[in-house]
Each structure stands twice: as C-alpha cells, then as structure tokens.
C-alpha cells in the first residue's frame, strides 16, 4: 500500500502512470509494484490521473470525434429517434436539457462546495438548470451468462438511422470503445494490485459490467459564450471513467486533498512516442466498494477563454467543421448483479486516511455510510437523482 497522507500540498499537476510498465514486465517486479502503488496513491490522492498507453492510437480518436460532430450536428428531429427514455436513456442519445447536474438540490454535494474557498469553487449552478449538452450511450459491455434482474441497464445498442452515419458508425465505435475499455481495465488492475489487494479484484467484479462508450456533445455556436456551464459540477456513478482528449478545454477536476480547480490539460505525445495519454476519473463505484479511501472525483465543464481561444481557431481554420465540443468518454463499470459492499482492508484504510487528513486541517465533511446493495441499484438511485430515471 502506498503512503496514504502527506503533510505537504499535492501538486496541481495529476500524477502520469505507464500502463507499458505493467503490461510489459512481471507482476513481480518493482517497476510493476512501484507504478501500481503510484496508480493507487493518485487515485487516493486525487480522484484522477494521466494514462499512458502505447497502444491507444491517436489517430482513432480523431476519427472518433470528426464521427460524432457529424453525428451531432444533425436536426433534432433526427436525433431523437434515437431516444430511448424508457430505458433511463441508458442506450441511445439524451438531448440537451435532460441531464440534471446532481449537486444542485443534494446536500452533501453543495456541502462539499461550501467547504471550497471562495475562487476555487465550481460556476454557480444552485439556479442551474438541466445541462445544455447531448450524450450518446453505446454499450461495451459482455452479456452475463445469467439473468441479470437489471435488465433495463444491459439493453441493446442504438444505431443511427441516417445512412451516411449509419455505415461508418459500428466500427469506429467499436474500435475506440475497445481501446477505451483495455486502458481502463488495465488501469484497474493496477489500482487493485496498489491497494495490496490481488490485481483481478476489480476487473472481475466488472466482468459482465455495463460499461459504455459516452461521448457527450455540447454544441459550441448556441452555448459558446464564456461561463457556460455545459455540465454542472458533479461526480461519476461508474466505477472509472476515462477520457481521450478533447478538441476543445473546459474540463475542471478538484483534486481531493486541495481544495483547487485544477483544468484538465492532457498531454501529447512527442513525435517518436507511440500512444496517447487518457485522463482517468474515480467514479461513485470505486468509492463504495473502498469504503471511501477513494473519493469519486467532482468535476465540471465550462465555457472558458481557453474554450473561447479554440473557437475562434477552430472556426477559421476548419471552416466546414460542426463548432460541437465532443468529449470522448468511457464509463468503465462493475457488473450490474455484483453485492456492492466496502472491502474491510480498504475500509480500515479510508478510516486511517480520514483521521490523518482531519488532523492535517483538511475537513473531509461528513462521514458516508456505505449500505451493501447491487450495483445495479446504486445506478438506478444515481440516475434518479439526475433525472434520468422515472
């Protein structure tokens, strides 16, 4: 287990961990144990990371967001048909002005932005309403080879209707949301292998997860104007989220033991550097099942001058490209039927974490309860929450 607390300030820049190290070494080594106690230490420490993975192409995010913005960029009316509600919008598109941020009406939330000093504090969103932005929900996920009693949660894919969408839509999907899904999966076996725990820990319990490939969309020409929010300041309800690199900025993260908004720059790699860095997020599932030593990462996206700067760029230089801002996104989660419950060992660390940051001066808030449930009803309860859910 790594060293849990320090007394000194964590940096503002997130830590970067090698997925190469583990995937190309022993289990046994100390290259392998050192880079899985740092993959642990971040996500303790700040609910986030940067991902490197020589096997993460850059080239498919590319085509994966030049597929979206066209996607997007369609009428409404086309859109919704590929609406699902009644399946809380787990499959298919959600259109803009659905998804309600979370933190606006729940107490623990707006505590936890209280407790933020004054110019750290996310954009106001106490009068906000539903986010301005689309998402798009394809399915990643292996069938259970039993009946699952979340059957609303493992539906079938949605494909668009418009041909032109239609013919190239499957396999860029598909080939992203496949690297997607390795990295994360990776990444999860080093946070379980750094927690001292066996490496598989987590990536059994997600084996037949609804994981989903969830780009959202925010369409830039109608909600471009600095200080929109685009989605209101909240944590994840998966287990890891994590995102290729968007076209645009405006992601801000708040790392656990600062108190700041850090912005969220991923880097590129260099010209002779094979791969792409993915930035990975602590989601509600993670906190569960580690009885709070992890804390789900809260996080928003505005409209910034960064974001404004891009516009402009993006506008003169590709002239006849949608202005849709894409971010490229996967929810990695636990199987749906898993008994969602905090590992003791975990437990006991959260416990010694809390005590050790409290006598630092770092007021954590309030202590969480963590009640054993299904995965599949912790979700249903998020999505209710976020207005997605009847």
Known sequence: MPQLVVAEEPSMDLPIIDLDVYRSNPPSSSAVQEECARAASALITYGALVLHDSRVSESDNETFLDLLEDYFAQPDETLKRDERPELGYQVGVTLENTEK????????????????????????????????????????GDPAPYATKFPGLNAENVIPESSDIKERWTPVMETWGKCMKSAVSGLAEMAAAGMGLPAETFTDAGRYGPHLLAPTASDLEKYGTKDTILAGFHTDLNFLTIHGRSRYPG?????????????????????????????????????????????????????????????????????????????????????????????????????????????????????????PMKVGQQVQNELKHIALLA
């Open 251 to 371: 992601l801000h993260v708040w790392a656990r033991n600062t108190g700041r908004r850090i912005a969220v720059s991923i880097p590129r790699p260099k010209p002779d550097q094979p791969g792409s860095y993915l930035l990975v997020q602590a989601g509600k599932q993670l906190e569960h099942i580690t009885g709070g030593l992890v804390k789900a990462g809260y996080h928003e996206v505005v409209v910034n001058d960064a974001t404004v700067k891009t516009v402009s760029a993006r506008r003169r230089d590709f002239p006849d490209r949608p202005l849709v801002r894409i971010s490229s996104t996967f929810f990695w989660h636990l199987s749906s039927d898993y008994d969602l419950s905090p590992i003791p060992a975990l437990a006991e660390q959260a416990k010694a974490v809390r005590a050790a940051n409290f006598d630092l001066g770092r007021d954590e808030g309030n202590e969480v309860k963590y009640e």
């Open 101 to 140: 941020p979370k933190c606006a009406v729940d107490e623990p939330c707006l505590d936890v932005i209280e407790r933020l000093a004054p110019a750290e504090r996310p954009l106001d969103i106490s009068a906000h309403q539903p986010d301005p932005k689309c998402r798009f929900f394809w399915r990643m």
